[in-house]
């Protein structure tokens, strides 16, 4: 095990990048187990410190670790917590993550919130060596600049016929105009059987999502460009199929990567989710900076709104990341049912409304447009652009 030469590495160079200073967080029977599994040779450096998921781990404890190695709840937010504080202080040292059968949404999504690595528990030392090579090939591997990837912004629907397709692509065109000078938006229509995005916008072209997602390998940001379609409005659409796909049939790491080549093209990327979810649907949304749920102000949109903040929550999506949109707002005096009552039924704060004004709304696309481009002073199109420079000054870091 001193040896690792095979592997690319000198013993020495290992030693000091990682087993010298690797710290490990974990409770006490997990803790005990790894030590049972340790011995000199394999890990002449290594620090175990006893804590429950839930108890604080304080920055000095783990200050000079080349690795952190930390034992996580999900079922436990302090635990969860816990995880994103010391990933904050620590963002130049890898982290491992260790969870008991943690399930593939909630490893993708710790990956994507910055943890180098998921093992299971409990695990021994050969198998924590093995990750933590395999964290150090691929950080000394990555010598390129990091490249700024656009927002992905996730709009799902509580239910069909919410208005979720017009607030997406409303919503990307107004991002555009947020966003720096000639900073381009599009709209990526993930509703594989009954998406409509395309007609909506009436964007050029003949491609779609089929085309990228049967790609494999050949996928490449040119390829991106020229299946992605263009509207006389300034949006980029990436149509649906024009067949019905078989909802299995989608590969959940080649949409990712797709997903990941229209944030290196574009300036923002506008998700329409469908209203069933899936394992592709959700490892979408887990991706997203923020995902937008619109709901209407009846029993039904709120009841199945609840439900979909219920979900979140319990595959591991921050409910600070979501945020509600009310859709077709009536503002009047004398209303029945306001913000703050959706916020208290559904126990999650409304971010904002989008007025009620289905005959401009209606009347667009019917013409394959834009709200601005046929009624530009439209209620819902103050409203759209109101949430779209909330979304640009408070949740995405302004403008890019």
Avoid at 63 to 85: F, K, T
Avoid at 215 to 240: F, P, Q, W, Y
Avoid at 357 to 365: F, L, T
Wanted: hydrophobic share 45%.
């Amino acid at each position: 095990m001193g040896n690792f030469d095979h592997l690319g590495f000198s013993g020495k160079e290992f030693e000091l990048r990682t087993c010298a200073n690797v710290v490990v967080v974990a409770s006490a029977r997990y803790a005990a187990a790894l030590a049972e599994s340790l011995t000199e040779r394999a890990f002449p450096g290594i620090v175990i410190i006893e804590r429950d998921p839930s108890e604080q781990v304080f920055s000095a404890e783990v200050r000079g670790a080349a690795l952190l190695v930390v034992e996580v709840d999900p079922a436990i937010p302090a635990s969860v917590e816990r995880l994103n504080r010391l990933l904050e202080p620590h963002g130049g040292v890898p982290v491992i993550a260790a969870i008991p059968d943690a399930p593939v949404a909630l490893v993708r999504a710790l990956v994507r919130g910055g943890v180098n690595d998921v093992l299971a528990l409990p695990f021994t030392a050969d198998e924590l060596l093995e990750a933590s090579l395999n964290v150090v090939s691929v950080l000394s591997s990555t010598n390129e600049p990091q490249v700024r990837r656009a927002p992905l912004i996730a709009v799902a629907r509580s239910i069909g016929g919410c208005g979720a397709t017009s607030i997406a692509t409303n919503l990307a065109a107004a991002l555009s105009d947020c966003g720096k000078d000639g900073a381009r938006a599009i709209v990526a229509d993930l509703d594989l059987q009954c998406g409509s995005v395309a007609d909506v916008l009436s964007a050029h072209g003949n491609g779609t999502i089929s085309d990228l997602l049967g790609a494999g390998t050949r996928l490449d940001d040119e390829l991106v460009r020229s299946i992605v379609r263009s509207s006389d409005d300034g949006v980029h659409v990436l149509a649906a199929p024009g067949d019905i796909l078989p909802l299995d049939s989608v590969d959940t790491d080649q949409l990712l990567r797709i997903l990941d080549a229209l944030r290196r093209e574009f300036d923002f990327v506008v998700l329409d989710l469908p209203a069933n979810w899936t394992d592709w649907a959700l490892s979408a949304c887990l991706a997203a900076d923020i995902v937008l749920l619109v709901t209407e102000l009846t029993v039904t949109s709120l009841r199945q709104a609840k439900r979909r903040l219920d979900f979140f929550t319990s595959v591991g999506i921050p409910s600070d990341r979501v945020e509600v949109i009310v859709n077709r707002f009536e503002k009047r005096l004398f209303r029945t049912i306001g913000l703050n009552d959706v916020a208290h039924s559904l126990r999650h704060p409304a971010y904002a409304s989008v007025a009620l004004d289905d005959p401009a709304v209606h009347s667009a696309q019917d013409q394959g447009r834009l709200v601005r481009a046929i009624h530009r002073r439209s209620a819902f199109w103050s409203d759209i652009c109101r949430l779209a420079q909330a979304l640009v000054d408070e949740r995405l870091g302004g403008t890019r």
